[in-house]
């Protein structure tokens, strides 16, 4: 059983940062690949970025460049470091952690891009 946590989310203006992270409980943290995902209002949940337990990245085109996935096995807590953030970033984000034959979510974090 792996619990996700999600922190970091809030109101930025066009432009801004935010630092998105997720606490998993558990013991298999170590293992998972983890990713971060999001929604929008009236549109399907879509992927933001992965990272496996070896560290390798996988990011979606609209924010590859702007976006930055890590991790810390010892914290057991990923990270999504967000720059030049967009009106169309808005949307609640999602850490998940895939473990193959299970998968787990977290509740989501609401970021919201306005002036």
């Known amino acids: 059983q792996v619990q996700l946590v999600e922190s970091g989310g809030g109101l930025v203006q066009p432009g801004g940062s935010l630092r998105l992270s997720c606490a998993a409980s558990g013991s298999l943290f170590s293992i998972a690949t983890m990713g971060w995902y999001r929604q929008a209002p009236g549109k399907q949940r879509e992927l933001v970025a992965t990272i496996t337990s070896g560290g390798r990245t996988n990011y979606a085109g609209s924010v590859k460049g702007r976006f930055t996935i890590s991790r810390d096995n010892a914290k057991n807590t990923v990270y999504l470091q967000m720059n030049s953030l967009k009106p169309e970033d808005t949307a609640v984000y999602y850490c998940?952690?895939?473990?193959?034959?299970?998968?787990?979510w977290g509740r989501g974090t609401l970021v919201t891009v306005s002036s």
């Open positions: 998940n952690a895939n473990l193959g034959v299970m998968d787990y």
